[in-house]
């Protein structure tokens, strides 16, 4: 036999991928943009970040900080996360010249949050405190 029975195939057909679905899919979903970065300190950073023109909440961003917390412990760096007032997220640093580097980290976890199917290695553990 050359293939997988008729059957098999129309099972396996059938339930392949619909393009319509998964983009209407994600028109309800929140999604975070970053508006902003500043220094607040030597090794402290502040980004400013937003839903739909305005500060993101509390909620979102402490989930975004975890994430970023995860991402720095995966990859053995030093610094922290965590969620500020009026939709901001503060990174702390180590003592590096690379902050670009760390704004990247950020900005994977937001992507993180945005799509979480796309990264379910980082949403789908339990939270790094």
Not at 15 to 36: D, T
Not at 93 to 99: N, Y
Request: overall charge positive.
């Amino acid at each position: 036999m050359n293939g997988p029975p008729v059957a098999h195939r129309r099972a396996r057909s059938r339930a392949r991928w619909k393009p319509h679905v998964a983009a209407s899919a994600l028109h309800f979903r929140i999604v975070l943009k970053v508006k902003g970065i500043e220094d607040v300190h030597d090794r402290r950073r502040l980004f400013r970040i937003e839903q739909d023109g305005q500060p993101a909440p509390d909620s979102d961003l402490r989930l975004v900080a975890i994430y970023a917390r995860r991402l720095l412990a995966e990859n053995d760096l030093l610094g922290d996360c965590r969620a500020a007032s009026d939709g901001s997220l503060l990174l702390d640093l180590p003592d590096t010249e690379r902050t670009y580097f760390y704004d990247g980290i950020v900005f994977a976890a937001l992507d993180a949050f945005n799509n979480p199917n796309k990264n379910p290695t980082i949403t789908g553990l339990p939270p790094i405190e």
